[in-house]
T-cell receptor, first 114, second 116 residues
Framework: KQEVTQIPAALSVPEGENLVLNCSFT??????LQWFRQDPGKGLTSLLL?????REQTSGRLNASLDKSSGRSTLYIAASQPGDSATYLC?????????????FGKGTKLSVKP | NAGVTQTPKFQVLKTGQSMTLQCAQD?????MSWYRQDPGMGLRLIHY???????DQGEVPNGYNVSRSTTEDFPLRLLSAAPSQTSVYFC???????????????FGPGTRLLVL
């Protein structure tokens, strides 16, 4: 059974710092991997989606990489800002199955201090 | 274009009561799903649908029913609420794969449910 783990569970950094969030998965047979952001009391917002054939995706200050063979993905946030404070969730979609079901990690709660 | 909407935002139920959580989308997405989010457990799939008239179970379906009569709506029914169903419920939608569209999933704002 696929398991998704995110380390660390919580992270506090000063504003301006570059940081990396980690996601690992136990079965490399994934269709894609998606990073989400969740603000307190809110829904999930998709940040980046990496197809299994891709190595990385970039959007603004965010860069996500994928290494399927090692079962790892990282989300790099450059020049962090207080507005980046949120919980970041990693989710994988596997081949087969139901065409879209995601398996989530428990998230990394990020706090960026001014 | 409202995206994915969920109602109610918050609900308190007594054990044994029934209710329906509503999810609606205006993006014409074929795939819709329900997740629950619990502290320390992450999000877990309850039920999903790949189109009108087609539903299936996810990881934690017990105690929940769904139906999909239209593309736009995917209600989640609790027939007899239990305290273990206290959670935050999210609806998500996306295009069905096989078409040339991104696989990005869109989530609603959630419904917070407290069962006493």
């Amino acid at each position: 059974k696929q398991e998704v783990t995110q380390i660390p569970a919580a992270l506090s950094v000063p504003e301006g710092e570059n940081l990396v969030l980690n996601c690992s998965f136990t079965d490399s047979a994934i269709y894609n991997l998606q990073w989400f952001r969740q603000d307190p009391g809110k829904g999930l917002t998709s940040l980046l989606l990496i197809q299994s054939s891709q190595r990385e995706q970039t959007s603004g200050r965010l860069n996500a990489s994928l290494d399927k063979s090692s079962g790892r993905s990282t989300l790099y946030i450059a020049a962090s800002q207080p507005g980046d404070s949120a919980t970041y969730l990693c989710a994988v979609r596997e081949y087969g199955g139901s065409q879209g079901n995601l398996i989530f990690g428990k998230g990394t709660k990020l706090s960026v201090k001014p | 274009n409202a995206g994915v909407t969920q109602t109610p935002k918050f609900q308190v139920l007594k054990t044994g009561q029934s209710m329906t959580l509503q999810c609606a989308q205006d993006m014409n997405h074929e795939y819709m799903s329900w997740y629950r989010q619990d502290p320390g457990m992450g999000l877990r799939l309850i039920h999903y649908s790949v189109g009108a008239g087609i539903t299936d179970q996810g990881e934690v379906p017990n105690g929940y029913n769904v139906s999909r009569s239209t593309t736009e709506d995917f209600p989640l029914r609790l027939l007899s609420a239990a305290p273990s169903q206290t959670s935050v419920y999210f609806c998500a939608t996306k295009r069905v794969p096989g078409l040339v569209f991104p696989e990005t999933q869109y989530f609603g704002p959630g419904t917070r449910l407290l069962v006493l």
